[in-house]
């Protein structure tokens, strides 16, 4: 399939539940609109310590980079065959990154997961960072099925209260 000009959508993926919910998003709207997808992945400074005090070891920037390929690969070999799909591999700052992104291959809009956390319903900072740095339109996609959850109720007194008057 080729893409329409006006059409073309950014995905940031990164492997988790929410991302996958976007990348399918994305993919089903792409076929619709005859659209083309750019997965982006973005590569930030990870640091694993070691067991020993005073140790740090940290992957390298070329097993970092495998890693990420790896993990675009798995994802757009899902996608259906006629799709025009490209991706990037970036590094930095993840909202950063996708922003410069979507201004370099035109796009019209952004995809991002988002994980539906009871305690935190608000935007990501990611999100909240192209919304403010983007002129185009940032769609967060939430995994099916948690659309609906909500925070806990809080739990009913089990002694009920009495007020007392001072004295």
Do not use: F
């Not at 590569?43 to 005090?53: E, I, L, N, S």
């Amino acid at each position: 399939m080729t893409c329409s000009e006006p059409h073309r959508i950014l995905v940031g993926y990164d492997g988790s539940r929410a991302s996958r919910a976007a990348l399918a998003w994305a993919e089903a709207t792409a076929r619709e609109r005859n659209a083309c997808l750019t997965v982006v992945t973005v590569m930030t400074p990870a640091w694993y310590g070691a067991c020993w005090p005073g140790i740090s070891i940290a992957p390298t920037g070329a097993e970092l980079e495998r890693a990420a390929a790896k993990l675009l690969h798995e994802a757009i070999d899902q996608l259906a065959p006629d799709l025009s799909v490209t991706s990037r591999i970036l590094a930095g700052p993840v909202g950063a990154a996708l922003a410069k992104a979507a201004r370099c291959h035109d796009c019209d809009v952004i995809v991002l997961g988002r994980p539906r956390r009871a305690l935190r319903p608000w935007p990501s900072p990611i999100e909240r960072y192209l919304r403010r740095h983007c002129d185009i339109p940032v769609i967060p996609v939430t995994v099916p099925g948690q659309e609906a959850m909500s925070p806990a109720p809080a739990p009913e007194p089990s002694v009920p209260a009495t007020i007392h008057p001072a004295i």
